[in-house]
Structure formats: structure tokens, C-alpha cells
């Protein structure tokens, strides 16, 4: 049941993160560096995934 729970909490805070990351990285090309509506994907899934593996097991740890 806890590995389930884990699993969940992952892939929301992946979702999230990853949106986020898309949204904020589409904005600063298209505003602070000029190079238009491009999404840095490389930076976006990478920040993604670390962050919903540190913010997972440190819920799972806590509880």
C-alpha cells in the first residue's frame, strides 16, 4: 500500500512540476530572451524528475 501511495505522490508532483517548469521556461524565452515561443524540455523534465523524486521520498520518510 505504501509503494502505491509513493507511485501517486510521484507522478502528481511530476505533473506539476513539469507544467510549471514548461510554463516558466516558455515565458522567459519569450520575454527576457527574445528567442520566442520555445519550451526548454531538456531543463523541464529534468527538473521534474528530481523534484518529484526529492519531494516523494521526503513525504514518504516523514510519514
Not at 505504501?2 to 507544467?19: R, S
Not at 510549471?20 to 524540455?41: F, R
Amino acid at each position: 500500500m505504501k509503494i502505491t501511495k509513493f507511485i501517486l505522490n510521484l507522478l502528481i508532483v511530476f505533473a506539476v512540476t513539469l507544467v510549471s517548469a514548461c510554463l516558466v521556461t516558455l515565458l522567459w524565452n519569450l520575454y527576457i530572451d527574445n528567442t520566442g515561443a520555445v519550451v526548454d524540455w531538456k531543463v523541464a523534465f529534468t527538473l521534474a524528475l528530481t523534484m518529484s523524486l526529492i519531494i516523494s521520498l521526503e513525504r514518504m520518510r516523514k510519514k
